[in-house]
């Protein structure tokens, strides 16, 4: 498992999911996905594309280690004592 910064963030990507209504007015969220270097541009060019469909061939080997730190992740900052504070990173 590599955690690395939005390689996009220009992209809005953050703001898609439900979280980001809870961002936008100053609570704290976080949001994890999955991805790969080697998959970057592969996934660019066939998003929302007629080729944006299911193959057979993909690897879902990670998909365990990447629930169980969403989840762990999840229940560590929801037992801190005190609620982390936003993080403007503009």
């Known amino acids: 498992l590599t955690i690395t910064p939005d390689g996009r963030p220009a992209s ?41 469909a299911f193959s057979d061939d993909w690897d879902f080997s990670g998909m365990e280690q990447f629930a169980r730190f969403g989840f762990v992740l999840g229940v560590e900052i929801a037992n801190l004592e005190k609620i982390p504070a936003r993080v403007d990173a503009r």
């Open 12 to 52: 809005g990507s953050y703001f898609r999911p439900h979280h980001s209504a809870f961002a936008r007015v100053g609570i704290p969220a976080f949001s994890v996905n999955m991805g790969s270097p080697q998959r970057a541009q592969e996934y660019a060019a066939r998003y929302h594309q007629p080729s944006d």
